[in-house]
């Protein structure tokens, strides 16, 4: 349990067989929910930052992810494979130095098994297919909404309609 949740302790007879004090998670407490407002602030600006770092480096650009798909240009291949070869760095110092989160508990990443790669490949077609065709991979969706391009609202809308079906036909998929 979390150091900074709040909690209350209920003596009851019908909580445990002595009548022991029980304790009761209390969320939605004042100072819970100034941490949740402020960490929610905290990760608004960093959204909001890395937005500004999308549209200036051109990575939201439709015509920048046309020359990628036409091999024409490296721009986005820079991109990408910088963001691979950080996040591997990144991941590999989480894991040796032992990070913790801004609330003080240590980051634990879960290895992840290796499938057939038969969900990877259709996974990643599907997501290709979906890119070039739209011009925009989810994350610079809401990058695009608020630089003001409202037309890709009707891609984030399909986007959830995706999950939401994804969801409902998980359980048949190769897993």
């Not at 949740?5 to 002595?18: E, I, M, V």
């Not at 941490?35 to 909001?48: E, Q, R």
């Not at 057939?116 to 599907?126: D, Q, R, V």
């Amino acid at each position: 349990m979390s150091t900074k949740q709040n909690l209350f302790y209920k003596s009851s007879a019908a909580g445990t067989a002595s009548g022991a004090a029980t304790a009761i998670p209390v969320s939605g407490t004042t100072s819970e929910t100034k941490s949740k407002l402020s960490d929610f602030a905290i990760y608004f600006m960093m959204g909001a930052i890395f937005g500004i770092i999308l549209i200036k480096g051109e990575v939201i650009s439709w015509f920048r992810i046309q020359e990628m798909f036409r091999f024409q240009a490296f721009h986005m291949y820079g991109v990408i494979g910088s963001a691979i070869a950080v996040g591997a760095v990144s991941l590999q110092l989480i894991k040796r130095l032992g990070v913790k989160t801004i609330h003080g508990d240590v980051i634990k990443i879960a290895d992840k098994p290796w499938g057939k790669g038969i969900g990877y490949s259709a996974g990643g077609l599907i997501f290709g297919f979906g890119w070039a065709l739209l011009g925009a991979c989810p994350g610079p969706i809401y990058a695009l909404i608020g630089a003001g391009v409202s037309v890709i609202v009707v891609a984030l809308a399909a986007a959830l309609l995706g999950t939401w079906t994804y969801a409902l036909v998980k359980r048949y998929l190769p897993h």
